[in-house]
């Protein structure tokens, strides 16, 4: 006796496994080249050349009581500088043991100040 609600009984074909295995695998080989070919936020750097000298930030921190002032370490041609404190608005850099130095040409000031920058001239 059948139901009519019972399935056909019909042989239902199988893909070949090597054809299935061949495509998953091409699937995940494509995947990951594209994964890691692409650059991971951690290893970006702002870099600029500045009078033939490369500039990168290595640490950036803003002040939470002044939002002109920036903690940062700099990597002047892949050599790694101590911290300093820029001051972007008066336009001076503190060294860590409280010496003073104006900005100058050449120096990394324009690296470090630059989320300054941009917000002052949104202002303007």
Known sequence: MTSRFSLPQMLIPFLPLKALFRKSLLAVLIGGMVLFSLPSPAEAAICRNIQGRRICEASLNRSAKN???YRAIVTIDGARQPRETY???DKIRIQADGTVIPFQEGDPS???CRLYNKRMAKRS
Request: with cysteine; glycine share 0%.
């Open 67 to 69: 939002y002109w002032e």
């Open 87 to 89: 001051n972007c608005r």
């Open 110 to 112: 324009p690296v470090v």
